[in-house]
């Protein structure tokens, strides 16, 4: 391995400019590839297409077009206007698409008045276009039996205060062309549309999805910034160099933009879990080029000319920067056990980036060295090394640096033992912390709870009640009337189950359930007739006056029940939902024989929590068993092997047990930190050991001496790298969107013991694992009786 690092370093840094110029060219090849970049944030694209919840939604979209509505809210002192009673009939997807809506992504249009032009249409009369005698009409219409049982309440309320525009998209579109979409229905409604004097919100998954597009850009840019702006701070803080600095941000920034041009590349999406590839690669590949580049300058340092020091840095720090990323990529691969896209996706690009990362470390970066300062004059550039060492011995950061890794390594010497039980005791706390976790996926919050599409699903709510929408589909003899019959009771069961806090605020409210059944009971004095010639004429004329394919296929073989919920606090009161609505399909099942299964909002988030957490435990357990096996050959020993890794085992304990002080849950987001910390957190553990090992074994020193020499010399470079890596997700923290801030203060405090664990802990257990096996070794001297032989 040593002579292949060899001949990697001497050969760039012989030809540095074509290894730019290489670099330069994949680059630009590689960066074209962000056109092609993908985003998808939906929260079926989380689960594998095996899941039941997920066929169901597929089977929708091809029988009732799918779920995927935008809500226009309309609130005004008299929503019957005739300047917005004009307005709304003359809104058509025709109208839409000379607006510059794209033909076929609006499918249908649902208003309070789509009755009365129904009626007009078969009464073949055309609607009056004078503003009295339109306002009368509408009156008119409103009053008569059929408004007042399908229409008022569900798309206008009884004060003519606020009517809701329903528009059913098309669920075959790209997350950019739901954008596009979204962007152009909001200034359409908002400019073009709007009635004077009223007040129009829009709202629904297509907008929620541009808000969050738009709020992640924005918080992701900002956030980017200010972490570009700390990890030079805390590079110039180590080298005092700007051309270090520079140099050094160059590199990492060529990984990043790397990673990101493959990923369109090759198809992958941006997803909710991409949001840490940015932030793990800046972590990442800050640690390589600080080793790196630390053993170049301590060469320099001790005399050595440039292309010799560049070439050794690679050479002896080379192999042990390669062994951390190896083991981190080994790491991340754990990812690919998992059934769920994105986070299969997310290993994927983690493992790529940790590859790209690497070479770039040991390439690029000694390459560009090298031209700098070969060019350099010797007296200009031993002056810049004198002013380095000068401003080590003097440098008040420089100083508590060293007194503080000094400290630490007496006090993992002398204290090995309470250290050790510290460690454990905290260990076996984080055990109780998990199994006292909760969990939750609402990746609706991910965009805010300020952002406008998800104010106007609020005041959207305030008029016409809970939005979250669930679905019981069924297939069979759907209009039969007994089944009918039973699509009322799973209704009534479903808002006074136990479970649903009857007499309080529940979940489920009556009002909230819907089907064909109720359509016809309404229509006929409240009752299902008996026969199905009667259920027959009744769905045919309701067809004349209003659009049931919303609750039936065209092929009456299937139909919906839709009950809309109010959002869930936690993911134990999602997954209650969820076992009502399932509890509720399996019993109409069994009632009626009809094939039913139960999906939307709720169930959704449930099979996705239900998965993702036992997914993530798996992939963890795998990734500590990977670096665990890539540890003992490293070093030859299983002991060391397995000590090495309790610093991940720190990082992830302190993880838990933050989550667990702080109440809040393992979300998307942050159920990813444990495999994060494992990827990054390990590499603190190897440089420990390899640095250990090496001062004990290969040089001879005495135990005391080689704690104290490894965490003093190795710790700098990890102090720098780890409060980097940290500070860079801590400043996540700073995000307005909740689970984005979880997310970065939680990666931020397990990478933070995972350093004081390599300070710390790590060198304790090796302390006593050096002593123990050292005294197996010593054998008992034991002298041979004489034997006398007589002459």
Known sequence: MTKLFTFLAASAEKRPWLVVLCVAVLTIFLLSGVAFLKTEFSQESMLPSNYE???????????????????????????????????????????????????????????????????????GAPLPTQPVLLQGAVDQFLQTPYAQEQVVGQTITEDNKAAVIKLQLNPGMNQKEMVDVAKKLNKYFTTDFKPSGSEVYVTGMASMQLDAQDSMAQQTSMLMIIALLFIMLILYATFRRLSDVLLLMGVIVVGILWVIGLMGWVGIAYTTMSVAVIPLMLGINIAYVIHILSRYYEEREAGEGVFFSATNSVKTVGVAVFLTAITTVFGFSSFMITSIPPMRDFGIVCMIGITFSFLLAITLLPAVVV???????????????????????????????????????????????????????????????????????DIRSMIGSNLPSVKAGDKLSEYFGAQDADVILINGDVLKPENLKEYLKLEDEVAADSRNNPGEKGAFTREGNISIADIIANSNGGTIPDSAEEVTAIVARLGEVMDTSSFVSQDGDYAMIMIRSSTSETQSATDTKTKILRDASSGLETSTGLKTV????????????????????????????????????????????????????????????????????????????????????????????????????DRGLSIEDSVKTTVLHVGRALIAGGLTTAGVFGILGLSSMVPMRHFGWTTAVGLLAALLGALFVLPSALVILTKMIERRKVEPVETAPEVVRES
């Not at 032009?117 to 009464?123: G, L, P, V």
């Not at 540890?631 to 092997?641: A, R």
């Not at 890794?645 to 702080?662: P, R």
Request: hydrophobic content about 50%; some cysteine.
């Open 53 to 123: 919840s997920v066929k169901a939604i597929k089977k929708i979209q091809d029988q009732f077009g799918g779920l995927l509505y935008e809500n226009v809210l309309i609130v005004s002192n008299d929503v019957t206007s005739p300047e917005l009673a004009s307005a709304l009939m003359g809104l058509s997807t025709q109208s839409l698409e000379e607006a510059g809506i794209p033909e076929g992504q609006v499918i249908k249009i649902e208003t309070y008045l789509d009755g009365l032009k129904n009626m007009a249409a078969m009464q």
């Open 371 to 441: 031209i700098r300062d070969r060019r350099k004059k010797a007296e200009k550039l031993d002056s810049h090394l004198e002013t380095m060492r000068k401003r080590r011995r003097e440098s008040r950061y420089g100083k508590i640096v060293d007194r503080t890794l000094v400290n630490a390594s007496m006090t993992a010497y002398r204290l090995h033992y309470v250290i050790a039980v510290v460690a454990v005791a905290f260990i076996a706390f984080a055990g109780f912390a998990v199994a006292n976790l909760q969990t939750g996926a």
């Open 598 to 697: 139960a999906t939307g909002y709720s169930v959704l988030i449930a099979d996705l929590m239900g998965k993702i957490v036992p997914t993530q435990l798996e992939s963890s357990a795998l990734a500590l068993l990977l670096c665990l096996l890539i540890l003992v050959i490293v070093f030859k020993s299983f002991m060391y092997g397995f000590v090495t890794l309790i610093v991940v085992v720190c990082g992830i304990a302190a993880e838990m047990v933050f989550l667990y002080a702080m109440g809040w849950a393992l979300d998307i987001m942050t159920v990813t930190v444990a495999s994060l910390v494992i990827g990054a957190g390990i590499d603190f553990g190897i440089h420990i050991t390899h640095r250990f090992r090496e001062q004990r074994h």
